[in-house]
Protein backbone atom coordinates (compact mmCIF):
# COMPACT_ATOMS: atom_id res chain seq x y z
CA UNK A 1 0.00 0.00 0.00
CA UNK A 2 1.09 3.51 -0.88
CA UNK A 3 0.78 6.26 1.53
CA UNK A 4 -1.70 8.96 0.72
CA UNK A 5 0.13 11.80 1.45
CA UNK A 6 3.89 11.39 -0.55
CA UNK A 7 2.90 8.43 -2.26
CA UNK A 8 6.15 6.20 -1.12
CA UNK A 9 5.16 2.41 0.31
CA UNK A 10 4.05 2.13 3.51
CA UNK A 11 5.04 -0.53 6.02
CA UNK A 12 2.64 -3.21 7.20
CA UNK A 13 2.15 -3.71 11.13
CA UNK A 14 -1.09 -3.32 13.02
CA UNK A 15 -3.23 -1.16 15.65
CA UNK A 16 -3.46 -3.69 18.69
CA UNK A 17 -4.37 -2.95 21.96
CA UNK A 18 -5.46 -5.16 25.41
CA UNK A 19 -8.39 -4.97 27.80
CA UNK A 20 -10.00 -2.57 25.97
CA UNK A 21 -13.93 -2.18 25.42
CA UNK A 22 -13.32 -2.24 21.52
CA UNK A 23 -11.96 -0.18 18.89
CA UNK A 24 -14.31 2.19 17.07
CA UNK A 25 -14.58 5.00 14.55
CA UNK A 26 -16.63 7.44 15.26
CA UNK A 27 -17.34 10.70 13.61
CA UNK A 28 -17.01 14.54 15.65
CA UNK A 29 -18.79 14.70 18.75
CA UNK A 30 -19.82 10.85 18.89
CA UNK A 31 -19.75 8.85 21.81
CA UNK A 32 -19.70 5.02 22.84
CA UNK A 33 -21.67 5.21 26.07
CA UNK A 34 -21.99 3.83 29.40
CA UNK A 35 -22.13 0.48 27.74
CA UNK A 36 -20.88 -0.18 23.70
CA UNK A 37 -23.27 -1.76 21.70
CA UNK A 38 -22.82 -2.01 18.20
CA UNK A 39 -26.21 -0.60 17.13
CA UNK A 40 -25.10 2.44 19.50
CA UNK A 41 -21.84 2.74 17.44
CA UNK A 42 -24.02 2.38 14.09
CA UNK A 43 -26.72 5.05 14.80
CA UNK A 44 -24.11 7.79 15.30
CA UNK A 45 -22.78 6.87 11.83
CA UNK A 46 -19.97 4.95 13.71
CA UNK A 47 -18.11 1.92 12.86
CA UNK A 48 -17.19 -1.14 15.00
CA UNK A 49 -13.43 -2.45 14.23
CA UNK A 50 -13.62 -4.58 16.51
CA UNK A 51 -15.74 -5.40 19.68
CA UNK A 52 -17.69 -4.40 21.16
CA UNK A 53 -16.64 -6.17 24.90
CA UNK A 54 -18.61 -5.14 27.69
CA UNK A 55 -16.71 -7.61 29.95
CA UNK A 56 -14.06 -7.92 32.61
CA UNK A 57 -12.45 -10.68 30.30
CA UNK A 58 -9.37 -10.17 28.48
CA UNK A 59 -9.57 -9.43 24.95
CA UNK A 60 -7.10 -8.41 22.01
CA UNK A 61 -7.75 -5.99 19.76
CA UNK A 62 -5.58 -5.97 16.59
CA UNK A 63 -6.26 -3.91 13.27
CA UNK A 64 -3.96 -4.91 10.18
CA UNK A 65 -2.93 -1.03 9.09
CA UNK A 66 0.23 0.72 7.26
CA UNK A 67 2.25 3.49 8.62
CA UNK A 68 4.51 6.50 6.96
CA UNK A 69 7.38 7.30 9.25
CA UNK A 70 7.51 10.20 7.18
CA UNK A 71 4.22 11.75 6.97
CA UNK A 72 3.19 10.12 10.47
CA UNK A 73 -0.06 8.44 8.56
CA UNK A 74 -1.63 5.26 9.88
CA UNK A 75 -3.98 3.45 7.26
CA UNK A 76 -6.09 0.85 9.14
CA UNK A 77 -7.84 -1.68 6.94
CA UNK A 78 -11.58 -2.77 8.11
ZN1 LIG B 1 3.93 9.46 3.48
Request: hydrophobic share 30%.
Amino acid sequence: MNCPVCGKEMEKGKVTTDYSRGLFFLPPGGKIGFVATRKGIEKQGGIVLDGPYNTNLPNETEIPAYICRDCRKIVMEY
